[in-house]
């Protein structure tokens, strides 16, 4: 297989590097190919000839979106179009990941992928709205759905993965006060790359919700954070009503991934041994 990966330099960028290994055609960040550059995106394409496209791009200031949805939708929703016609017209498959946040947050169970979508802000717009103009690009897509990424070395747009800020914040001794109130299924960032590549190895093609097994709250996985990282520090449950935030987020979003198992596909393990894992333990 010869992969490219756009957005190397994100936390599951650099897994999709480290686990693809030789597999790797090009790997590049913005300062490299800007992917709302259509001309630059098809240009790297028609040279490189991949067989896959990995888009690990994303705009995922979920807050700064209520006031610059266009340069949302420009990341999350253009750029990936940009990037399924240049894939389809180098005959190549792309894979683009989308997010929990495009649900409303009142079901009653997990998500399957043939749930309506109603997204509560512009951030979870943008990212369905990437999903279908990556599909009505017309060529060969996996459009993989995640929530809660965390990692080593996360989202510099957010100053790291939520664990490791978390961490750092505890260990300066800085006081805690977490979300109780909405739940979800977090995801280490090396898990969701290994299943995408057994995805693409797989050969499906379409929508599919992966991640790791278990579902929590904000304030639970915090604490799990500490715990892992050997912190004996107390953590203050809150409503999300109490922060005051620009956008809406679902109360409840955990996604059904049973059809990714449907597959045969090794099941991702628990979001609390993949924590253990992340934070060395």
Wanted: aromatic fraction near 8%; glycine fraction near 10%.
């Amino acid at each position: 297989m010869r992969a490219v990966v756009f957005g190397s330099a994100g936390q599951l960028g650099r897994e999709l590097v480290r686990a693809l290994r030789g597999e790797i055609a090009w790997a590049g960040d913005r300062a490299e190919v800007d992917v709302t550059d259509e001309g630059a995106v098809s240009a790297l394409l028609t040279r490189v000839r991949p067989d896959v496209v990995f888009n690990a791009t994303a705009w995922n200031r979920v807050d700064a979106a209520e006031s610059e949805p266009a340069a949302a939708f420009a990341v999350n929703a253009f750029a990936p179009h940009f990037l399924a016609r240049a894939a389809r017209d180098a005959r190549a498959l792309v894979v683009h990941y989308s997010t929990d946040y495009v649900f409303d947050g009142t079901a009653a169970r997990p998500y399957r992928e043939d749930d309506a979508p109603r997204p509560l802000g512009v951030y979870g717009a943008s990212k369905l709205a990437g999903e279908h103009l990556v599909a009505a690009a017309g060529g060969e897509h996996l459009v993989v759905r995640t929530s809660g990424l965390f990692g080593r070395g996360g989202s510099e747009q957010k100053g790291g993965s939520f664990v490791e800020r978390v961490v750092a914040q505890a260990r300066a001794g800085q006081p805690l006060r977490v979300v109780a109130d909405q739940v979800f299924a977090p995801t280490f960032a090396p898990d969701l790359a290994a299943a995408s590549i057994a995805l693409v190895r797989a050969g499906p093609r379409g929508l599919f919700h992966v991640t790791n097994a278990g579902s929590c709250s904000w304030h639970d996985l915090a604490v799990a954070a500490l715990a892992a990282a050997g912190l004996d520090v107390p953590v203050e449950p809150i409503p999300v009503a109490a922060l005051r935030l620009p956008a809406r987020r679902p109360a409840y979003s955990v996604l059904d991934g049973s059809r990714y198992l449907e597959l045969g596909l090794p099941p991702l393990r628990s979001w609390r041994d993949a924590l253990l894992d992340c934070l060395g333990r």
